[in-house]
């Protein structure tokens, strides 16, 4: 039967369901790790084809089924070991270097495949299961193989699904996965049942993998990697990467829909589809909520080893005096090894600043190759086809990168790695870009035709040279800060006003104009061209170039080239090689978080003439004055004395809080409001808030209230966060927050500054309707937000992070970085000082913000917050880290916003003391709903209060303790 001209055979369904069934193993396998780990096992395939070459290999002395559960055994040890060995090491670094590792463990386990039998990648004498009828279906034969795997995969399912639902160790996966903390405090080994559930994982790749070879024909390495990975992708993403038995029934259809098409398209045509339905799948998904990912990414040093100019000038020399030494073939390779360094650089922006994995880059390079020559040739000017490489590049970038946008984590790494395969497989074949293949016409300067290789060599190297200085460039500037701060916690930075997805089509253009550029090096540099001078397994290639190299240095991307393009191909490594090459990599992965890059730059930092600092930092230290280093302020520990963290204390609800009235730590007495201490006289030490960043606001225009919440409503499946919120601000009013644990008050709130949608009702400031506004819009027209944990940036220092709040009043640009103009960034560091000084924080300008105390974090947070210069505050339970004597000063800091600089405050805060000392009405939420609005006693007494902290016991509220002042 056939239709549109595709056939619809019950052959071809039968088959397409065949191969659905191994897409369907593949997609739990991955399902059952994401959720286990947060992040896709890129080695999942290779697992699976160790067992395969370990059952080939046993089968030399036992029988096929003694062999097939041995084998799936080892492949499950084998998960399991991976787990235990490699993934809890990483555990705390972010998702993506997660990912990254299993790129290169995927790499290492094919070659270890290969050394123990190289049968498992031929499908013509791989054993077959005996015993097992071989019957046909229409004119579709189906082998013992497809018969085994007919008859074993429902049975496999439903012991999976037995395991996982009905045994002790099944539920304690999933509890652990989606639970760990809960999971632990109940005594479950999360760790343990994560390895398991590796182990099982990697029992179902084996399984499939034995039961398919023989029906593939010969394989290739590449035929494991990118292309099957995306159709078990495909399953799992259209499940959510949570529900097995979806992504297992996805997969079949997965596989159905590919031998469809196929019988009209080509294979790269069914990527190209594939692509679409991940796509269409990933942007049903709703984004939103909160963050989950506290990830460490290491801190980012923008400071040079000493003597690095010398080292980059003798580097320019070597690489220039080498065109003069080495013979032709050997600048060919230079030269490829100058192109993948270009893509390499690319990695860098968009992976090692950004923070986003791209397995598409090399995708970019073949587009931007394939656009030059045809410019080139069109126009007869090379330096056309230069430009038109890079903005092909960019533009193919910035459109891949727009619907990964609305997601995190591992979107941008699916979806560029489905546009990496449909690119090689269908977009460069069309004739616009290579086509069947395009002749490469010798590069032309002015009227002299670059025919040698070691003249062409020069023109990669200057190339290189371009793209080495504009991600240098924007490395150290302000836009690579504003990439980090998004990358470290994108939420604080939208909070202060950097518009997330700008900033990043930003980048993925920059980065996609390196790919093209390195895409033009390559080009040129060969005399034919086809789509398997691009191929996408060469992205996964690159990814390794970064990590190697060094994902935070500039430099990275050479070394990494070196190593992973040059060594191959300069000497000859045969397999072990390779095994040790991709080892190599592995173990920097895990080992060295900065690469060889890191390494050396360690190294060479040790010279004793100790760091170089970047001059714009030098300038502005040049220009602080001598009091900031007034002896006695820190202590050694760089806390801000008055906050130590082991006095530190969360304060209860109402019942527990003690009034401050009777508390011994905290008179309420304050000298003057230039000391706001909250420290009994005497103490040495204290933190004072000399003055406040900003300056005083014009009131607001408009009569009506300064915001209005109008039945503002929000669901999180079956959960009513928020119901039918209503209420209003008035300018100048200090509003209180009040209500138990997930009474809603932190959803409404995020729903205030944009960033959770509201299922309904509206929000109105200075009388505009704002829903639909962005957080960074709210914030710049002065709505702006705190943190519950105030986390910040935890890589940057204190005065990075000012600075990143001053980007409001002086905001990064793109061109003015790379062209590498210095005064924005002078002006921001002086505002940064300038506002830590105020705030009596400058002594701990070059502290990390991650080795800070919460409370301490809490006054950065606030000084950067104070820094946007607001117009209304809301602050999530600014007190909660803080000591009980800080957290009076607080309420005199909040009074002070408000006082002297003319901002609405509007607080959530479980310290009722407190709040009725600073609040003019307190709003107290249960249940998502607000259920009593008022002055503070009234809304204390208020018996849906009561009820809603203490339950039913009304004296229960007599004995809380009054408030104090
Ligand atoms: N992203 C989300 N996904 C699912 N449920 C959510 C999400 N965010 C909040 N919730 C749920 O909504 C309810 C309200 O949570 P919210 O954090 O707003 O309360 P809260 O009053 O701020 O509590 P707390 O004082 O503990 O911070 C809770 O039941 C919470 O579990």
Known sequence: MSLFGYDFGFDRLAVGMFTGLTYGLLAIGIVLVYRSSKFVNFAHGAIGVFGAAVLAKLTDGITFWLAFPIAILVAGALGAGIEMSVVRRLRGRPRVIGMIATLGLSQFILVLALLVDRDSFSGATYPKPPGLPAFSIGTTAVGSSLTAMLVLTPVLLAALAFFLRRTKYGIAIRAAADHPDAATVNGVPAPMMTSLAWAVAGGVAAFSAILLTPTQGVQSIESLGPQLLLRGLAGAVIARMASLPIAFVASIGVGVLEQVLLSKETSGFVDVVLGLAILVALLRQRSGGRNSEHAAWPRWDATSPPGARIGLALLAVVGVGLAYVVSNSTASILTMICGYALVGLSVILVTGIAGELSLGQFAFAGI????????????????????????????ASTLVGIPALRLRGVALGVTTLAFALATSGWLLRQSFLLG????????????????????????ALLLLALGWMVTARLRRGGFGRLLLALRDNEEAGRALTVAAPV????VYAVAGALAGLGGVVIGFGQSQLSINSFPASASIDVVAIAVVGGLSRTGGALLGSLVIVGLPALLPLGIPGQAVLTLGWLLVVIFLPEGLGGLLAGLLSRIPAGRVPADWLSRVRAWRPAQASAPGRIGPDGLIPGFPPETVHDPAPLSSVPALSGSAAAPHSLPDKSDLSGKAPGRPGQWRVHHLPAARLAPATGDGPLLEV??????FGGVRAVQDATFT???????????????????????????TGSDGGTVRYQGRAITGWTPERRARAGLVRSFQDARLFPAMSVREAVMVAA????????????????????AKAERALTALRAMGLEDLADKPVGELSTGTRRIVELCCLLTLEPRVLLLDEPSSGLTQSDGVALGELMLRVRDELGTTVLVIEHDLPLLSRVADRLIAMDAGAVIAAGPPDEVRSHPAVVLSYLGTDEAAVARSGEPAG
């Open 503 to 506: 900033r990043k089509l930003q």
């Open 807 to 826: 980007e409001s009043a002086i905001p990064s640009s793109l061109v003015i970085d790379i062209l590498g103009d210095e005064r924005p960034e002078i």
């Open 436 to 459: 069947d293949g395009l002749t490469t016409p010798y590069p032309v300067w002015r009227d002299y035709v670059v025919s040698v290789s070691t003249d062409y060599y020069l023109f």
């Open 710 to 715: 109008a039945g503002i409503r929000r669901s």
């Open 729 to 755: 601000i008035t300018e100048g009013e200090i509003v209180g927050i009040i209500g138990p644990n997930g009474a809603g008050k932190t959803t409404l709130f995020e729903i205030l500054a944009g960033f």
């Open 368 to 395: 931007g190759a394939a656009a030059a020559i045809q410019a080139a040739q069109a126009s007869g000017n090379m330096l056309v086809g230069v430009a038109a490489g890079c903005a092909a590049g960019a533009l």
